[in-house]
Nanobody, 127 residues
Framework: QVQLVESGGGLVQTGGSLKLSCAAS????????MGWFRQASGKERQFVAT????????NYADSVKGRFTISRDNTKNTVYLQMNSLKQEDTAVYYC????????????????????WGQGTQVTVSS
């Protein structure tokens, strides 16, 4: 059973940056495809970014392409989401997710493809 704990959320002004971290325990991040999702108040959870086990392939939602970067440090059992040029519409609770996968470039973009979830971290972008 993998436990995921997100951190790094907070309040930031439009145009600012934040870096979210997702620390895993009870399992090895290197054996999992990792993803970030977000859920704004009153809306469904939506895909943000995903990274393959090999870190050779990433995918991003169109709304964050060019602004967000997902990365992983398997030695620290941690995945990151660097968020730049933040907009008010980025305001949401951000969730880290993990799912076991074969080694390679598999990536997953829908919530039901992930087995494990963190508790979420709030990101609020003010004007």
């Amino acid at each position: 059973q993998v436990q995921l704990v997100e951190s790094g959320g907070g309040l930031v002004q439009t145009g600012g940056s934040l870096k979210l971290s997702c620390a895993a325990s009870g399992g090895t991040v290197s054996n999992h495809v990792m993803g970030w999702f977000r859920q704004a108040s009153g809306k469904e959870r939506q895909f943000v970014a995903t990274i393959s086990r090999s870190a050779g392939r990433m995918n991003y939602a169109d709304s964050v392409k060019g602004r967000f970067t997902i990365s992983r440090d398997n030695t620290k059992n941690t995945v990151y989401l660097q968020m730049n040029s933040l907009k008010q519409e980025d305001t949401a609770v951000y969730y880290c997710a993990a799912t076991p996968a074969p080694f390679g470039i598999n990536i997953y973009t829908t919530p039901n493809q992930y087995n494990y979830w963190g508790q979420g971290t709030q990101v609020t972008v003010s004007s």
